[in-house]
């Protein structure tokens, strides 16, 4: 027997046996007490239960049997619906950070908190609880309401929107009302990741959190580092899970940032709702269509990331729909059977709805047709198909039993106590079966509207919650629309007086500068003035001082002449007197070697005595301090010059001496005038007032000429040699 056909033909089972049970009399024969049936029977074998329930009564009569049947059908059928696999507890909470008080509004996390919240209640989460634009003490709040949630439940989401920051290696959210003016007012003002984890760490299958808070973050910029070791940064930093079976999904990888996009969604969170909820898809996968998609939509500029590890089985936040079972020709039969012991068009309405095909599937139209022509009633139809076999009821006139009667009065009633009551008083009565299963059917009513009214009530305190934040938020707007305006208006007028503030100091500035200016103007003038009238006058004064120097020069230059052509026919006529040597050529080249060995002689080894050789010999006799005198060139004093060490300074000892003082009375007057014609020759220098006196160039020569000996033997070429030192 099929749960889907048994489901269908309950109702017409339990509306056709009403009228049996209530009529149904008890028999002459008494009946032997019947225990309590278990309450746990075996819901993978329906007729096995139906057998058992039935043995348990000891010679029933036919009403009771009937109604005895009818309790074990509804029981099993009970306990095939119990027996389906009941659903992981899921709860989600969405948080959603969009008008930052203290840094610019971001558009996109209140329509991507929306959205998401709106993606976990189409795949039929248990809890729901979205959040918007939360301050500190309401995000922290949050996150303790949020584990109380979840200390039963298998699978927990968190997802958060919004900016989000690192600090020193820990990633915080950062609430609507922090101001973070330091990286130590993080610990305070955000809330830190691993507060995320601590409040789903009682999950028992799946913890996942989704971070959509990788963004450009302004308070990165001003925060001011009061804590040299830490680091701040614009992104969020790579993460670890406490726990295991816990994900944390980032929109962009760490110390990337992620894009808000253009549409109404960030990329990220388009993605999370194409693939997140995708029934009986593995979480993982679900995560890596959502990298692919990301990539895809951002041209590769934004890549999503996932920390953490799952087990190797597969986990799904929807589980898959469960396949429906091919009915095999051992259930067709089964169903079949149930249909025509039930009798009614409904019963073979449903038999045909899950056998629609087959040999049973043509039987059933049959029998469903003949039911349709005929007008049999429905309660003769369920009596007669739950036991043909069995003799027609008691008379009526038989007393029914207490049971029986009480069951009557309450058989059609929906209140749990009087139920339970009948239950507690008639504890053995076979219809304390039905009784039980009526009140469980109630419970489950209650139970399933309760959480309808609740859930409703929960939809409309956050449809009502939402309107009265985006009536606040839309106020808050327009006041910091008009607190900008004014803030504006008010910079603007600020603005303008310190415009004309910075022209009028900008224009005394310009008219001091121009007076300044003028000022200098003049004195450069003046000065230029002043440099040409004594330019003028030393140029007219060089002009005269050139003039007489150039008749002093003249003049000097024909008196060196006259010198020179005295001097140089003295040279002729002492060069004629010494023509023939004194000696032999050997001897006076072995004294010139001597000689320039002893540093006195500096012309040719020739063996010539000429006036070189001699100028050495005086030289050789005034440094051993022989004085001055001739010299013959002989074996002898090669000999004695031999033994001679060299002589320091030795052509020094033929200087002429410093002349005496009386000496410059008696220079020419031409030579007293010799500094204005070095005055004419240095007229290149830049500045003229300050001319440097020129060197007397004629004085050596007069000196020289005062301190000249009388010629003598041997001594002009001495002379001419001390002239040219």
């Keep these: 027997m099929t749960r889907r056909m048994l489901s269908m033909v309950l109702p017409e089972v339990l509306r056709a046996a009403a009228p049996v049970v209530s009529s149904a009399k008890t028999g002459a024969q008494k009946t032997a007490p019947v225990r309590r049936p278990v309450a746990t029977p075996d819901h993978k074998q329906p007729r096995a239960v139906l057998s058992r329930f039935v043995h348990r009564t000891a010679n029933p009569p036919r009403s009771l049997w009937r109604s005895l049947v009818l309790a074990a059908i509804i029981v099993a059928a009970g306990v095939l619906v119990a027996g389906a696999a009941q659903a992981d507890k899921r709860a989600a909470l969405i948080i959603g950070n969009s008008s930052y008080q203290n840094v610019v509004k971001l558009d996109n996390p209140f329509n991507d908190a929306s959205a998401i919240a709106e993606m976990f209640r189409k795949a039929n989460f248990d809890s729901v609880e979205l959040k918007l634009d939360l301050g500190v003490i309401e995000f922290k709040r949050a996150l303790r309401d949020f584990y109380n949630t979840t200390r039963d439940a298998d699978v927990a989401v968190v997802y958060y929107a919004g900016h989000g920051i690192e600090v020193g290696g820990v990633n915080y959210m950062v609430p609507v009302d922090a101001k973070l003016r330091s990286d130590y007012d ?32 302004p308070f990165a910029r001003t925060m001011q580092r009061q804590i040299a070791s830490r680091a701040v940064t614009h992104g969020l930093a790579k993460v670890e899970p406490m726990g295991t079976d816990t994900l944390v999904a980032y929109a962009a990888k760490a110390g990337s940032t992620a894009e808000d996009g253009a549409g109404r969604n960030s990329p990220f969170t388009q993605a999370l709702v194409n693939n997140l909820t995708t029934p ?190 985006e009536e606040k938020r839309a106020k808050a707007a327009v006041e910091a629309e008009k607190k900008a305006a004014a803030e504006a208006e008010a910079r603007a007028q600020r603005e303008a007086a310190r415009q004309r503030e910075d022209e009028e100091r900008r224009a005394k500035l310009s008219a001091a500068e121009r007076e300044k200016a003028d000022r200098e103007a003049a004195r450069r003038r003046d000065e230029e003035e002043k440099r040409a009238k004594a330019a003028a006058e030393a140029d007219a004064k060089a002009a005269e001082a050139e003039k007489k120097a150039a008749e002093a020069e003249k003049k000097a230059a024909a008196e060196a002449e006259t010198k020179a052509q005295r001097e140089a026919a003295l040279r002729i006529e002492q060069e004629r007197a010494r023509a023939k040597p004194l000696d032999g050529a050997e ?54 010059l031999q033994q ?64 000249r000996p009388a010629p003598a033997r041997g001594g002009g070429g001495a002379v001419m040699h001390g002239i040219g030192f």
């Design 186 to 217: 993080a610990e305070d003002e955000a809330v830190a990741l691993e507060r995320i984890f601590r409040s789903i760490e009682a999950t028992r299958r799946l913890r996942l959190v989704i971070l959509d808070a990788c963004r450009d973050n």
């Design 280 to 469: 009986g898809l593995d979480i993982r996968i679900a995560l890596g269509r959502v990298r692919d998609e990301v990539l895809k939509r951002t041209n590769n500029r934004q890549e999503p990331f996932v920390y953490g590890s799952l087990g190797g089985a597969t986990v799904s936040l929807v589980p898959e729909p469960e396949k429906k079972p091919v009915a095999s020709a051992a259930d067709a039969r089964g169903d079949y059977e149930l249909a025509e012991r039930v009798g009614t068009v409904s019963a073979w309405d449903s038999f045909l709805a899950v056998h629609g095909t087959g040999f049973y599937a043509e039987l059933a139209k049959q029998q469903r047709t003949k039911l349709s022509a005929g007008a049999a009633k429905p309660e003769a139809s369920v009596v007669a198909a739950l036991d043909r076999s069995t003799p027609p009821p008691r008379p009526p006139e038989e007393a029914m039993s207490p049971d029986r009667l009480a069951w009557d009065k309450l058989q059609d009633s929906t209140d749990p106590a009087a139920i339970r009551a009948f239950i507690k008083k008639y504890p053995t009565s076979p219809l304390a079966v039905v009784a039980q299963t009526r009140l469980e059917i109630i419970e489950r009513a209650i139970a399933d509207r309760k959480r309808e009214e609740a859930d409703r009530a929960r939809f409309e305190r956050e449809a009502a919650r939402q309107r009265q934040e």
């Design 587 to 640: 001897v006076v080249r072995s004294a010139q070697i001597e000689l320039r060995r002893l540093g006195c002689y500096e012309g040719d080894d020739n063996g010539v005595l000429n006036d070189a050789t001699r100028r050495a010999l005086q030289a050789y006799r005034l440094s051993t301090g022989h004085g001055r005198g001739d010299i013959g060139v002989t074996a002898a004093l090669v000999e004695d």
């Design 644 to 707: 001679q060490r060299p002589i320091k300074n030795c052509l020094a000892a033929l200087e002429p001496a410093k002349p005496k003082r009386d000496a410059e009375t008696e220079r020419p007057a031409r030579e007293k005038k010799k500094p204005e014609v070095a005055t004419r020759r240095e007229k290149p220098e830049p500045k003229r007032e300050a001319r440097p006196a020129p060197p007397k160039r004629e004085a050596p020569r007069a000196q020289a000429t005062a301190a």
